[in-house]
């Protein structure tokens, strides 16, 4: 009987949190596949009525979408994806990536050991492989999970706190990645990643460099289309 009450307690503990975070990548999934509009208004009882589930998970993604900047709150008003980027944003983010990403990745490359460098390969497996997508959306939404870790090892490496935090701060890959929802780009980005990681496992920091400025470039080129 003890151990039976043991595992309902187990049960109850564990659930809501799994329920939260499936909710979450629900709505982030829907968002960044575009299925959600940019700028389109998101009720709490809507989403929780298409997703089956109570209001208090919705709200927990929905706050948590919020310090993503992928999703508004307005008073009065309530929710809503958040805008697209406008052409002057995007250069400007860019702009701001090819200051920051091409020093950092030949900081990294200098201070790599073959624990770091194991991580960052890694990071770059999982947006090959990951977990079995359940449908374009999914594997496309988990790519661009995949691609901001990836970035974002390299910068732990570089071991520029501010920089990375910076980068952040932006959520620099969620907002491009919006944008890249109709574009071929997995493949051109794996591509592009495997120059730079043929840089840090040859201890070429110039060539990281190089390699990390010009997949920014490559991947702005790809994505100034999106804006006619």
């Known amino acids: 009987m003890t151990a039976s009450t043991g595992r309902e307690e187990k049960t109850e503990f564990v659930r809501p949190s799994s329920i939260a975070e499936s909710v979450h990548e629900q709505i982030y999934e829907r ?3 575009l299925k959600i509009p940019p700028g389109a208004r998101i009720t709490i009882d809507g989403l929780a009525r298409e997703l089956n589930v109570s209001q208090t ?3 927990e993604a929905l ?3 919020e310090r993503e900047s992928l999703v508004r709150k307005e008073h009065l008003i309530g929710y809503s994806a958040s805008p697209q980027l406008t052409r002057k944003e995007f250069d400007n983010l860019y702009k701001f990536r090819l200051m920051l990403e091409p020093e950092s990745a030949r900081q990294a490359c ?3 050991t073959p624990e770091t460098l194991a991580r960052i390969e890694s990071a770059a497996a999982d947006m090959e492989k990951g977990e079995p997508p359940v449908d374009r ?3 496309y939404s988990r790519f661009a999970r995949a691609d901001a870790h990836f970035h974002d090892e390299i910068l732990k490496v570089a071991d520029n706190e501010i920089v990375r935090q910076a980068m952040s701060d932006q959520h620099v ?3 491009i990645f919006r944008l ?3 574009s071929r780009v997995t493949q051109d980005a794996l591509e592009e990643h495997e120059r730079l990681l043929t840089a840090f496992r040859t201890g070429n920091a110039e060539a990281a460099y190089q390699a990390m400025h010009d997949h920014i470039c ?3 080129d790809r994505l100034v289309e999106a804006f006619g």
């Open 31 to 33: 968002i960044m596949s």
């Open 57 to 59: 998970p919705v709200r």
């Open 63 to 65: 706050t948590r979408l």
């Open 110 to 112: 200098l201070k790599l």
């Open 137 to 139: 959306n999914s594997r």
């Open 173 to 175: 890959h969620l907002h």
């Open 180 to 182: 890249m929802f109709h």
């Open 218 to 220: 490559l991947s702005r």
